[in-house]
C-alpha cells in the first residue's frame, strides 16, 4: 500500500481505539449505543429546577439560552450543565440569553472524497438548458467522478477531505455517514482528514471495496475482493455500495453477509435514477437505503415492513435532475427518514439548507423536519449517544445568535431554525 506511512496509521489507531473506548462507555462508534444511554436519558418532566442540587458542584460548562429539549423539542428557557462532555442536568429558569441551543446535526449521507471536484458540468449544454446525466457523473467505474478521484494522490485526497470535515463542524454537523470509496486506503485517508482537524466530529465510515467496480464484467469475481471487504472492515463501520446494478447478485450477497457477519452495516443507494435497482436493493435488507427516489408504494411498504430507515438527498435530487423523493409516503408508511447532503462536489454538506428545502417542498412540520436533520439520523447509525438535548448524551451543542440581523424578531425558534436559520448565525460550536 503506498501514499501513508507509520506515523498516519498509528494516528488512525489511536483513533480507532479511542472510538473502541467510548463505544465501551456508551459513547461512539457502537451499533448498539442507541442502547447505552436509555436508562438515564430523562423525559421533558424530568428536567431539575432545584439549584440547590448543584450548589457543591463546579461543572465543567455551562451552557445558558432558549433550549431545544428532547427529540420533539420542547423549547424551554435554562441551562445545560455538560461534565466530561457528557450533558448531566438541565435546568428550566429564565434565563438572561439572547442564544438558541440546538442538538448538532446529524448527516446520513455524503460523499466527501469528491470535494476536489466541486461544481462539475452537470451533463450536456442544449441552448439555455443542461441535460444532465447522473450516470456520466457519478457512476463506477467510468463516471467522472471516479476518474477524477482514481488520477488524485493520498495526501491531497486527505488535504481535500481535512476542509470539507471543516466544513461540515462549523455547519454544525457533530455525526456524518461518509460512503468512502477507494478501498481500506479510501477509508483510513478519511480517518486520517478527521484527525488532522482536531475537532470533535464523528465520521460513521461506509468503506467501499475498491476493485470489484473495475474488474471486467466477465471475470468471475474471485476471494480477493473479500479479504478487501474484511479488511475494511476491521476500520470503517459499514460498507456503502453505488447500487444493486452495479455489481452482481453473487458480489453483492457476499459482501451483504460479510458485513453482517461482522456486525457492521450494509448501506446502498436505491431508486436515485429510476426503479431499475430497488428491489435488488431490498433484497439484501440493508441498514441503510439512501434516496428512494423513485420508489413506489409497494417499495416503501416493503422498506416500512423490514424497517429499512431512508437517508432522502433532496437538494442533490434537484441538483442532478432526477426528481424529488415521496419523503411524505415514506413518513406515512412509517420508515424512518433522515437527511443527506451527499456529495461534495454537487452541494455543499449545509444542513440548514437541507431542512429549508423540506420545509417548503413538502409543507412537513417543523417537528418533523428537525427530526429528520438530528435524531432520526442519530438512531439510523446506531448513535443515540447524540440527535438530541437530554440528560446523559452527549454535548453535541450548536449555539445560535437569536439576535443576529437573519433571525430577529423571530416568534417561533423552532421555525426559526427550521426555515430561516444558516451558519452565519452560529455562534459557537459545543
Ligand atoms: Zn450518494
Known sequence: MSGFNESDFDRVNRLIEKNKNLSKSGGFG?????????????SPNSVS???????????DRVVSGTIFLGENPDIISGNIYIENGIIVDIEERPVKSDNWIAPRFVNTHTHIGDSLLKDPP?????GFC??????????PPNG???????????????????SAVWELFLNGVGVFADFREGGLEGTVALLKAVSNTGKDIFPFVFGRPGHVYGIGSNDHPNMDFL?????????ADGIGLSGAN??????????TSKTHLKRKKLAIHAGEKDRSDIKEALALSPDLLIHMTHANDLDLKKAADLQIPVSVCVRSNLTTGVGLPPVLKMLKSGISVSIGTDNMMLNSPDMFEEMHFISRLYGLSDHHVFKMATSNGAKTLGCGFTG???????????VLNSKSLNLKNVQDPLAGFVRRACKDDILGIV
Open 49 to 59: 429546577s432545584d439549584l440547590s442540587l448543584r450548589k457543591d458542584f463546579v461543572y
Open 130 to 139: 443542461i441535460e444532465k446525466d447522473l450516470d456520466a457523473l457519478v457512476k
Open 144 to 162: 467522472l467522478k471516479h476518474k477524477f478521484l482514481s488520477q488524485i494522490g493520498f495526501d491531497e485526497s486527505v488535504d481535500a477531505m481535512e
Open 388 to 398: 438530541s438535548i437530554d440528560i446523559g448524551k452527549k454535548a453535541d451543542l450548536i
Open 246 to 255: 452495479d455489481l452482481d447478485d453473487y458480489v453483492l450477497t457476499k459482501i
Open 30 to 42: 457502537s451499533l448498539n449505543s442507541s442502547d447505552c444511554f436509555s436508562s438515564s436519558v430523562s
Open 122 to 126: 452537470l451533463g450536456n449544454e442544449h
Open 227 to 235: 479479504e478487501e471487504v474484511r479488511d475494511i472492515l476491521e476500520v
